[in-house]
Structures are given as C-alpha cells and as structure tokens.
C-alpha cells in the first residue's frame, strides 16, 4: 500500500473526519499529546546533562543491593562512561516521544485512518522494543565496567529477572498487536470502500 492518506467519495467517511475534526475533546487529546511529546524531549535531555554536569554520585542495583560510588572515587573518564550507559536506553524513549509528536501532528491535520498514522505507531512499537532490549542490557554491561574500573572486585550475582524486563516486553508486544490491529482495519476499510 502507498503512503498516502486513504480517501473515498464515501461522505460518511468524510463526516466522520469532520467531526472529529471539530470535536472539542478530540482537539484537548490531541494538544496533550503534543504537550506530553514536546515537554518530555528536553526534561530527559536536561536531565542527562544535569547527571553529567552536576551529578556526584552513581548508584545502581543488583540483585536487590543498592551500591553507589562518588565522583572522585571513579573518576571523570569512568563516570562518563557509565552515566552514558546508565542513559543510553533513553535514547529509545526519545525516538519514541517523537513518534508521538508525529502522531499529534497527524491527527492535527485531520488524518485519523491513514497509512502513515499506521506507521509511525509500528516505529512506536520499534522505539519501545529497542528501550526494552537496551534497559535488559544495561545492568550486565554497568556490572562489566565496573569490574574494568576496579569499583567492583568481581561480577555480582543478577538473576535473570535481575536483567529482563519482562513487564517493558509485554507492553510493546501489546503496541506490536495493536499496531496489527490498526493495519488490518485500514486493509479493511480500504477493501470495503472499493466494494460499494
């Protein structure tokens, strides 16, 4: 299918879309969206850099042990490191926020059943995975380091549900499935809308 908006000479169709248009508490949904999108962009980017700046201690937790180290005792090059990697599955939500906008954008302009809402909920869905891979990564690679850096004297004990985050999984499955969902209900709509 093509990129393009899915129109038809059906004026329910387009009715709909009017309305929906015009609805004041769709205009509100949308003005959220956008507010939530825009205003999380710079909160994780402010707070990234205020950790990298100002930040005086690092804390992670294994196996349910909380362990902090202080600045000085690591060192600029470790901290660096291992604020970046304490950040970088951020980076996911950050694409995620801005499919979001995206998303706002498009439901500004009136397109509510299209090919590109579709997508950018499937780059949704992608952004989502890649936090849930990057977030069960980012313990062992910390514990790994740490050990580089002589902060820890060996690999501490992580179980796999230490690792996994398994609750960050199923809720992109779920946008997987109702990135599905929305997919086949535009093949749908478009195949009942050549029929009539």
């Given at each position: 299918?093509?990129?393009?908006?899915i129109r038809t000479?059906?004026?329910t169709d387009?009715a709909v879309?009017?309305?929906?248009?015009?609805n004041?508490d769709?205009?509100k949904?949308?003005?959220?969206?956008?507010?939530?999108a825009?205003?999380a962009?710079?909160?994780?980017?402010?707070?990234?850099a205020?950790?990298?700046?100002v930040?005086t201690?690092?804390?992670v937790e294994?196996?349910g042990t909380?362990?902090?180290?202080?600045?000085?005792?690591l060192?600029?090059?470790?901290?660096m490191?291992?604020?970046?990697?304490?950040w970088?599955?951020?980076?996911?939500w950050?694409?995620?926020?801005?499919q979001?906008?995206?998303?706002?954008?498009?439901?500004s302009?009136?397109?509510?059943f299209?090919?590109?809402?579709?997508?950018?909920?499937?780059?949704?869905s992608?952004?989502?995975?890649g936090f849930?891979v990057?977030?069960t990564l980012?313990?062992p690679?910390?514990?790994?380091?740490?050990?580089?850096a002589?902060?820890?004297?060996?690999?501490p004990?992580?179980s796999?549900f230490d690792?996994?985050?398994?609750?960050?999984?199923?809720f992109?499955?779920?946008?997987?499935?109702?990135?599905?969902?929305a997919e086949?209900?535009?093949?749908?709509k478009?195949?009942?809308?050549?029929t009539i």
């Amino acid at each position: 299918m093509t990129n393009e908006i899915i129109r038809t000479n059906n004026p329910t169709d387009e009715a709909v879309e009017r309305a929906a248009m015009n609805n004041p508490d769709m205009k509100k949904l949308i003005f959220c969206l956008h507010g939530l999108a825009l205003g999380a962009l710079p909160l994780l980017v402010f707070e990234f850099a205020y950790r990298l700046v100002v930040g005086t201690s690092f804390s992670v937790e294994f196996a349910g042990t909380d362990h902090a180290w202080a600045r000085p005792d690591l060192g600029e090059a470790h901290w660096m490191v291992l604020q970046t990697l304490q950040w970088v599955s951020k980076l996911a939500w950050l694409v995620a926020f801005l499919q979001i906008e995206a998303v706002a954008r498009l439901l500004s302009a009136g397109e509510y059943f299209s090919q590109r809402v579709v997508a950018r909920f499937r780059r949704l869905s992608h952004a989502l995975l890649g936090f849930a891979v990057l977030e069960t990564l980012e313990h062992p690679a910390i514990a790994v380091y740490l050990v580089f850096a002589d902060a820890l004297p060996a690999l501490p004990e992580m179980s796999v549900f230490d690792i996994v985050r398994i609750h960050i999984f199923l809720f992109t499955a779920l946008f997987f499935v109702f990135t599905r969902i929305a997919e086949i209900g535009l093949s749908l709509k478009a195949d009942a809308d050549l029929t009539i």
